[in-house]
């Protein structure tokens, strides 16, 4: 069975908090991971793809554990304008986003 | 401006009443989706085209068609709407629809079925 499994939210931080977001996939044949990040009643837009080694874009660290079938982004710092609903993607398709599996979102609200 | 755009944005109808959401795309990318968004279940994919002519059924294609016969649009067509197809639509587009790449959506179809 497809699926991607997300952190139930919501989370409610205060700013300069750091918080952490887990997803986990069914299909050990996934090829490709996404956080999308979708502000509210908006188009969801691309954070970060997720590498094998692990990637970091200024305060968002994304982490790819393959033997344990999760994703992880962690926020640092976090701004009120970071408040928004992060979403899980995977690709479990070598070569296609013809299934994109999106998970059901996590929403974070940064309070001041 | 490279973009998606969707028409119309917001939408009421009544059950059974023949409708079209339109799609396009200005990036000259080769792969188009659309997805359903609904509370709870998250995005799911109705239909996707790989290119021109081809589609191929997502998750939840029932009570949809859709057609691809140019490259930039990709219409959402529901022959008799049901008050079960009332969600938040998006269309999306990638450069070949490998699966590192980037989706761009548009900016979301609101559907009400009375």
Request: hydrophobic content about 30%.
């Amino acid at each position: 069975r497809k699926e991607v499994e997300q952190d139930p939210g919501p989370f409610n931080v205060p700013e300069g908090a750091t918080v952490a977001f887990n997803c986990t996939y069914s299909n050990s044949a996934s090829q490709s991971f996404f956080w999308y990040r979708q502000d509210c009643r908006k188009e969801p837009k691309l954070l970060m793809s997720v590498y094998s080694s692990g990637n970091e874009d200024g305060r968002f660290t994304a982490q790819l554990n393959r033997a344990s079938q999760y994703i992880s982004l962690l926020i640092r710092d976090s701004k009120l304008s970071d408040s928004a609903t992060y979403l899980c993607v995977v690709s479990p398709l070598g070569g296609s986003q013809g299934n994109l599996i999106f998970g059901k979102g996590t929403k974070l609200s940064v309070k001041p | 401006e490279a973009q998606v755009t969707q028409n119309p944005r917001y939408l009421i109808t009544v059950t059974g009443k023949k409708l079209t959401v339109t799609c396009s795309q200005n990036m000259n990318h080769e792969y188009m989706s659309w997805y359903r968004q609904d509370p709870g279940l998250g995005l799911r994919q109705i239909y996707y085209s790989m290119n021109v002519e081809v589609t191929d059924k997502g998750d939840v294609p029932e009570g949809y068609k859709v057609s691809r016969k140019e490259k930039r649009n990709f219409p959402l067509i529901l022959e008799s709407p049901s008050p079960n197809q009332t969600s938040l639509y998006f269309c999306a587009s990638s450069l070949q629809g490998r699966s590192w790449e980037t989706q761009y959506f548009g900016p979301g179809t609101r559907l009400l079925v009375l």
